[in-house]
């Protein structure tokens, strides 16, 4: 929604360097999880021999997720934006404790964000299978948020399951 054809030309350039390369397995990161399943679902979908794996976030020292974007942040923004990571554990504490409103998990993450002084982008519950929107969590399920601070945009996940 907020990055129209993005997906679309990722899964072109992926699946055209796929069919040069022919690779058995192919990684890519949690951190862009929406993209690594729908990769994987491309793969599926056209009967490519390529396995998708996902590799763990890589996370600073105070759960930031590493990215290259963090360079633009300064040293305020990036403590406070560390609040993305925090409001996904509680997320997903509730989560486990019970909680299965995709907007009441959403919400907890969205406002610890708030918090800290972060500009939510989107906070949503999605299948991990079809990324489809959820109200309810039945399924496994990605959390996913993109929130700025400042003029920087950050992503961040957690799978509910």
């Known amino acids: 929604e907020y990055r129209p054809g993005h997906f679309r030309g990722v899964a072109t350039v992926v699946v055209k360097l796929c069919n040069i390369v022919m690779p058995d397995i192919a990684v890519f990161g949690q951190k862009d999880a929406q993209q690594a399943l729908l990769l994987r679902r491309v793969f599926r979908d056209l009967n490519m021999p390529t396995e998708l794996l996902m590799a763990p976030i890589v996370r600073e020292s105070n759960g930031l997720?590493?990215?290259?974007?963090?360079?633009?942040?300064?040293?305020?923004?990036?403590?406070?934006?560390?609040?993305?990571?925090?409001?996904?554990?509680?997320?997903?504490?509730?989560?486990?404790?019970?909680?299965?409103?995709?907007?009441?998990?959403?919400?907890?993450?969205?406002?610890?964000?708030?918090?800290?002084?972060?500009?939510?982008?989107?906070?949503?519950?999605?299948?991990r299978d079809s990324l489809r929107l959820l109200t309810r969590i039945d399924r496994p399920a990605l959390l996913a948020v993109a929130a700025y601070f400042g003029e920087t945009r950050l992503i961040d996940n957690c799978f509910l399951d």
């Not at 997320?91 to 708030?114: P, T």
């Open 65 to 127: 997720a590493m990215s290259s974007r963090n360079q633009y942040l300064n040293p305020e923004q990036r403590d406070k934006a560390a609040s993305i990571h925090q409001g996904l554990i509680l997320a997903r504490q509730r989560f486990q404790e019970g909680e299965r409103s995709a907007a009441a998990l959403a919400a907890a993450a969205a406002e610890k964000i708030d918090q800290a002084g972060g500009k939510v982008q989107y906070a949503e519950v999605r299948s």
